[in-house]
């Protein structure tokens, strides 16, 4: 499999999501600027990848620093972490990544310049690995809920590409296939407007030797009315404290025609996809992007020049629709996600198991 991401010669080197499936090139960011504009125009995207990048953003762009000792260093740096925070605001993972990193430093005043500058380095490196870990452990969980013989919807790309490897909604569907030897099928949405689901999904599930139908968006509802989906997994940008999920837009459509049609839905969400801090998904802030995602399909006009054109690239589908929840902690009803910060909690009590 092609890496997402990795720190390489002192670059942060990145798969070109936007040209895949047709070219499969690299670009190699030799500024965190590079990177920041790499994550708005989603050459790399997937909540978990871009928290990752931004890690790697903070690392590069800590090299550059001239400073007189730690007080300096971390001011300069905070120019290097506003560019990154400020590229897209529905992923929590950027947060997460930054308040680690924040903390990585607070811990460490006593080092030197140099010596900072080589943590951030070690600090994107270990996010990284520790993504992948995190991603099997949610594949273990998750992969219980997949019985032999399933047929699993998803949308958008919560695979491999929008993480450090392995995926989170793609995780338990790999497990379930290569390690337990279930037959599975894989239905991808394409995704409209940026079709990650055509591009992406499609693409690494068929190197992944997992096989894979992709549909239109709007193909979903007629397979579930036929009996021909047995469960949905989707990823997540951001999981609100009381279960409900932000997700790439379409995804409430699908949660809602699931529960119409009694097939569970589940969202694979690593915990640092999960903001503790947001009482519920209404809060979650929303990107809008530019509407030439909507009026063009890979540069070629499909809509009136002139038109208005509304361009949500996520919406939030309330807990009440979520079957389960699989974090690298286990699987847990939306409602008892925010247990997980409660330091008493016996986690095995509140865990799901497979029916
Ligand atoms: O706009 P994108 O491609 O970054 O949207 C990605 C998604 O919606 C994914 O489902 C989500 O980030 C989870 S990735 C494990």
Not at 307 to 324: E, G, M, Q, R
Request: aromatic fraction near 6%.
């Amino acid at each position: 499999m092609v890496a997402t991401i990795e720190w390489k010669d002192n670059k942060v080197v990145m798969l070109d999501q936007s040209r895949l499936p047709l070219e499969v090139i690299n670009i190699d960011c030799t500024d965190y600027l590079m990177v920041a504009d790499c994550i708005k125009k989603l050459k790399i995207r997937g909540a978990p990848a871009i928290g990752i990048a931004a890690a790697m953003g903070i690392a590069i762009g800590a090299q550059e620093i001239k400073a007189d000792g730690f007080a300096d260093f971390v001011k300069k740096l905070e120019t290097v972490m506003q560019a990154l925070l400020s590229t897209r605001p529905t992923a929590v993972n950027i947060r997460w990544a930054v308040e680690r990193i924040k903390k990585l430093l607070n811990a460490s005043r006593d080092k030197s310049v140099d010596d900072l500058k080589n943590l951030l380095i070690e600090e994107g490196k270990k996010i990284l690995a520790e993504d992948i870990e995190i991603n099997k452990a949610i594949g273990r969980w998750g992969a219980g809920f997949i019985k032999d013989g399933d047929t699993i919807l998803t949308h958008c790309n919560a695979g491999s590409l929008a993480t450090g490897g392995y995926g989170t909604a793609t995780a338990p569907m790999l497990i379930a296939a290569k390690e337990q030897g279930k037959r599975i099928q894989v239905i991808a949405d394409e995704t409209r407007p940026v079709l990650q689901g055509a591009r992406l999904t499609a693409w690494e599930l068929m190197q992944a030797g997992i096989p894979v139908t992709l549909i239109t968006d709007n193909t979903a509802g007629a397979l579930m009315k036929k009996g021909r989906i047995n469960l949905a997994i989707v990823g997540t940008d951001r999981t609100a404290r009381n279960g409900d999920v932000a997700n790439k837009i379409g995804t409430y459509t699908v949660a809602v025609l699931c529960k119409e049609h009694r097939i569970p839905f589940y969202v694979a969400a690593p915990l640092s996809s999960i903001d503790f801090s947001m009482k519920s998904g209404e809060l979650i802030p929303i990107e809008e992007r530019d509407s030439e995602e909507v009026t063009t399909i890979w540069g070629h006009r499909v809509a009136p020049e002139g038109v208005n054109v509304i361009n949500l690239a996520f919406d939030v589908t309330p807990a009440k629709y979520v079957s389960a929840i699989f974090t690298e902690k286990g699987a847990f009803k939306p409602a008892d996600i925010k247990k997980l910060t409660k330091k008493d909690v016996n986690i095995d009590s509140i865990r799901l198991r497979p029916r």
